[in-house]
Nanobody
Framework: QLQASGGGLVQAGGSLRLSCAASGNIFSANTVGWYRQAPGKQRELVATVTSSGTTYYANSVKARFTISRDNAKNTVYLQMNSLKPEDTAVYYC???????????????WGPGTLVTVSS
């Protein structure tokens, strides 16, 4: 199971770095995705990174968020800068084949980590 951490309360314009840690070597051969779910909204894809390092970002976070991976540590990070109140959500991570990650078609999710951005 993947464990997301690093969330918290931050003022608008601030930064946070989220971590996604895995037990076992799940990341090296898989695409990893960060997702978020705001209150009353559906879960959405935020960013992905493939096993070769290719990244994707949702338009809403492009140029503000950076996804990176450290396969040796079995950890994927999401650096979030210039945070906005609309970034407030529970953030989740998951890993699998690229097509599965793109669709968020997972049968199970970890507990996520809450990010709250105050105005």
């Amino acid at each position: 199971q993947l464990q997301a951490s690093g969330g918290g309360l931050v003022q608008a314009g601030g930064s946070l770095r989220l971590s996604c840690a895995a037990s076992g070597n799940i990341f090296s051969a898989n695409t990893v995705g960060w997702y978020r779910q705001a209150p009353g909204k559906q879960r959405e894809l935020v960013a992905t990174v493939t096993s070769s390092g290719t990244t994707y970002y949702a338009n809403s976070v492009k140029a503000r968020f950076t996804i990176s991976r450290d396969n040796a540590k079995n950890t994927v990070y999401l650096q979030m800068n210039s945070l906005k109140p609309e970034d407030t959500a529970v953030y989740y991570c998951n890993a699998g084949p690229t097509v599965i990650v793109a669709r968020g078609a997972f049968g199970s999710w970890g507990p996520g980590t809450l990010v709250t951005v105050s105005s």
